[in-house]
């Protein structure tokens, strides 16, 4: 093994929920307080959503598209919620510039403004991750793979998906970087970064993983 080689230490993250108390009906009253809203709250409406429990193969990429499918029943504004992709935008801020776009530029073309039944209003979060060493620790591509079948979910959105956003600059996922910067591995870290990762599970996501490193070793 190259002596630049570094040990790939895996941490998990608790996802601490903080309601705000804002809740929407209906789509103006969501717009309005979607508007309002700090980059904190889009944040984990978008980004988080991936660890939540209930998503599945099948189901849109975001609570917002989620909601506006199945409570809503907006087919419509459901898949423009959910085809768009934040990753793409530098900052949070855009991101929500994009959205009210989106939604505003819905609105023009409904005749009337959509409700919910009571109970299935939207409610605004925002929340707190806390990292954590997880206790694994490798430092060979054939180690990594046999890590990915266990660590938690958990585990690995942090560092294949909120680890873009931790640091401003960092533009790719923490295994890419490790690899790219300790083996003459191009190819791998091409096929990890062309993942479309933002409309996989996370479920599909340790699969084609797992699938590209068993294909290189």
């Given amino acids: 093994m190259p002596e630049k080689t570094k040990i790939f230490k895996f941490y998990d993250t608790?996802?601490?929920?903080?309601?705000?108390?804002?809740?929407?009906?209906?789509?103006?009253?969501?717009?309005?307080i979607l508007e309002q809203s700090e980059d904190k709250v889009i944040?984990?409406?978008?980004?988080?959503?991936?660890?939540?429990?209930?998503?599945?193969?099948?189901?849109?990429?975001?609570?917002?598209?989620?909601?506006?499918?199945?409570?809503?029943?907006?087919m419509a504004l459901a898949e423009k919620l959910a085809n768009f992709d934040p990753y793409d935008f530098k900052t949070v801020g855009q991101v929500k510039e994009k959205l009210i776009?989106?939604?505003?530029?819905?609105?023009?073309?409904?005749?009337?403004?959509?409700?919910?039944?009571?109970?299935?209003?939207?409610?605004?979060?925002?929340?707190?991750?806390?990292?954590?060493?997880?206790?694994?620790?490798?430092?060979?591509l054939k180690k990594f793979k046999k890590a990915l079948n266990i660590i938690p979910d958990s585990s690995l959105y942090l560092h294949f998906y909120e680890a873009r956003k931790i640091k401003k600059e960092k533009e790719?996922?923490?295994?890419?970087?490790?690899?790219?910067?300790?083996?003459?591995?191009?190819?791998?870290?091409?096929?990890?970064?062309?993942?479309?990762?933002?409309?996989?599970?996370?479920g599909e996501i340790r699969k084609k993983l797992i699938g590209i490193l068993e294909n290189e070793l």
């Fill in 101 to 140: 776009e989106i939604i505003e530029e819905h609105m023009w073309d409904l005749p009337t403004i959509p409700w919910v039944r009571f109970g299935s209003e939207f409610c605004f979060s925002s929340a707190t991750s806390i990292v954590l060493p997880l206790g694994i620790n490798i430092s060979t």
């Fill in 14 to 32: 608790i996802v601490l929920l903080s309601p705000t108390g804002q809740k929407a009906s209906n789509l103006k009253e969501f717009l309005n």
């Fill in 43 to 74: 944040f984990h409406h978008l980004y988080q959503s991936h660890i939540k429990y209930y998503l599945k193969v099948g189901e849109f990429p975001n609570d917002f598209a989620n909601w506006a499918a199945y409570e809503l029943e907006d």
């Fill in 172 to 202: 790719h996922d923490d295994f890419s970087l490790w690899i790219e910067n300790n083996f003459e591995k191009k190819e791998l870290v091409r096929k990890i970064r062309e993942i479309d990762f933002y409309f996989f599970s996370l």
